[in-house]
Structure formats: C-alpha cells, structure tokens
C-alpha cells in the first residue's frame, strides 16, 4: 500500500501498515542477455582467479601462531593464517607493527623496525572522524602491501576469510584509535573490506574487530558506515553471505535498530520498499529481521485487502521485549 492520509479509524488505533504483496516480491535483477551474463562472470572469475584458496576451505588447518603483539596489546590467535613457510609450522609469538601491519618474528625485529618507521597513519583518506576515532578509505590497489598485511592479519581472527594477496578489486576501510601516548598516531583497531564492483550490490565483503577492542560498539560503527556509503551511491546494500555466527548477530543487532528507527518514526502507512530506500538495507534482510522480531503475524483486511498491521504500542514493546538499542553510531562526515 502506497502513502496516503489516513482514515480516523487509523488515527485512534494509532497503526501503520505493511503491503503484504510486498513481502512476496521478489528482489530486482538485471535482465542481460546470456552473452552479457557470461561476460561478467568471466570478468569476475579473471579477478577474483589470480589468489586461489591457500588451503582446502573444508578442512581447518590447525592454528599456527600462539600470540600477537600488537602495539601494548598480547592476542591470542584464533585461527590459521598463512604467513611464510620460513616462520616455521608455528609461531609462538608474531610481532606485527602498529603503525605499517608489518610482521616479523621476533621482538628484537621489531624494535629495530619501529625505530626506523616513518607510518603514523594508515595510507589512504579519512573519511569519518570523530575525537579519537577515524576511518581511513583504502585502495587494494595502491596500497596493496599495507592491505595484505591487513588480510594476514584479520585472518588470524576469521575462520573463512580466503583473501589474503589479491587486493586489487577491493576498498579497506580501517577503523583507528589515537595512540594514546603519541597523539599523532593512528593505529588500526578494525576494518571492513568490498569490492569496487560488485554484481550483487554486496557492500561488505569482510569486517573483523581486533578482540583487545571488541564489545565497545565499533563493529556496529563499521556496519553502519557500510550503509551509509549505500546511500551515497544510491544502493541497497547488503554483506556477503554466509555470514559467521559473531557478524550474524551484530548485523541482526544493526538491522532491528535501524528498521525499528524507520517505523517508530512512521506516521503514515509504508512499504517494505520505502523501508529499504530510507535505510539501504535490502529486502530479504528487511523481511528476515522483521519476522524474527515476530512483527509479520498481526494481519488486519483494510477496503477488503490483508494487510500487516503494527500498533506503536507493539513496537515499543519490541524494542523492549528484544532489547534493541536504537540509535546512530555515526555523528558526523568528515
């Protein structure tokens, strides 16, 4: 159902509806020809072919580095990472740069390095600053050393990430915190990565959180920047999938918040599309999110038509009932 004034029925029962058609239409895809369909999926195999898989993704190598220093930070691995064969089958402790993501095995390496490293950023350009965080765009590309060494390392962390050398196709946004004994240091606590094209309108490839900086809502801040990148390109969006059982529940964390933002706010009927467009999330992922907070099931016949129908009331206790925080993590561009 389309915008319209609503009726005082409306008004004293203070509701909104959903069109249930809807929620049986299925996404938009482009209608190509089938020689234009296989000219893109040899294009993306060429990119994509260049850095097969180090190891057979059915089988888990064992992990092969103890811990990871990290500016003051030790942090247990949790994952295989293929770092060079020279470092041996396992690494007891890997020193990684807080400034360049260089790594070495040894910490006298890495006293010697630092006292020679000129990085106090990541390359790149912020795009997001708030006080003491940043975000810096990257391009694979250009600085692909940087970004390798990124992947290495958010691998250590992620149990199906299979990108480690071909950057080329993909932006890294790193998420940075001020060193809080050189104030002119960013260093790296989180990034996410995706792709320049994307066929499917993914606009997340890869996101991972250093564990020293977890459960302090900068996963939820990289989500959010995602979607708002999204809007600046007029896309509805949506990460690659599967995702882990950690992305899952922060994405179905940032979905319900930003939905449940859009109907509370809501003083006229809307449709599952206008939800969409106003948050950038796609259908399915809209759809989803709003079966698992149990709000499909409240049915209303409306000029003989079954509708979806949600009192404000029920929202609220939703929010509630699911403890859903609703706000921006995002307060402004730089």
């Not at 606590?189 to 309108?201: A, Q, R, T, V, W």
């Not at 490839?205 to 979607?227: D, F, V």
């Not at 509370?264 to 206008?274: G, H, K, M, R, Y």
Request: hydrophobic fraction near 35%; include cysteine; proline fraction near 4%.
């Amino acid at each position: 159902m389309t915008r319209g004034k609503r009726t005082t029925q409306h008004l004293s029962e203070n509701l909104f509806f959903l069109d249930e058609s809807t929620l049986k239409k299925k996404a938009k895809t482009k209608v190509l020809s089938s020689l234009e369909k296989k000219k893109n999926e040899d294009a993306k195999k060429a990119r994509r072919a260049i850095t097969p898989p180090i190891v057979d993704p059915s089988i888990m190598p064992p992990v092969n580095v103890g811990e990871v220093i990290y500016g003051p930070f030790g942090i247990k691995a949790w994952y295989y990472s293929p770092y060079p064969f020279e470092f041996g089958d396992f690494i007891e402790q890997l020193f990684i740069c807080d400034n360049c993501l260089r790594y070495m095995s040894k910490s006298v390496q890495l006293s010697n390095h630092k006292a020679l490293c000129k990085a106090k950023k990541p390359p790149g350009k912020i795009i997001y600053a708030n006080d003491q965080i940043k975000v810096y765009e990257i391009d694979g590309h250009e600085h692909k050393l940087y970004c390798q060494n990124l992947c290495l390392m958010a691998k250590l962390f992620l149990d199906n990430k299979t990108l480690y050398y071909d950057t080329d196709g993909f932006k890294f946004y790193v998420l940075t915190e001020r060193n809080l004994t050189y104030k002119t240091v960013d260093s790296m606590i989180g990034f996410f990565s995706k792709e320049k094209i994307s066929y499917d309108n993914y606009n997340l490839a890869c996101i991972m959180t250093l564990p020293s900086h977890q459960r302090r809502g900068y996963g939820r801040l990289l989500i959010e920047l995602s979607y708002e990148l999204s809007k600046q390109e007029g896309k509805i969006g949506s990460p690659e999938k599967p995702l882990s059982p950690l992305g899952y529940m922060s994405y179905r964390a940032y979905w319900s918040s930003a939905i449940m933002s859009v109907l509370l706010s809501c003083q006229n009927n809307i449709t599952i599309e206008e939800i969409c467009r106003e948050t950038a999330i796609h259908e399915d992922d809209v759809i989803s999110t709003l079966s698992s907070l149990k709000l499909l099931c409240y049915r209303k016949t409306v000029n003989g038509r079954q509708n979806i129908c949600i009192p404000q009331k029920m929202l609220q206790d939703t929010v509630k009932q699911f403890n859903i925080k609703i706000g921006r993590k995002i307060d402004r561009w730089k």
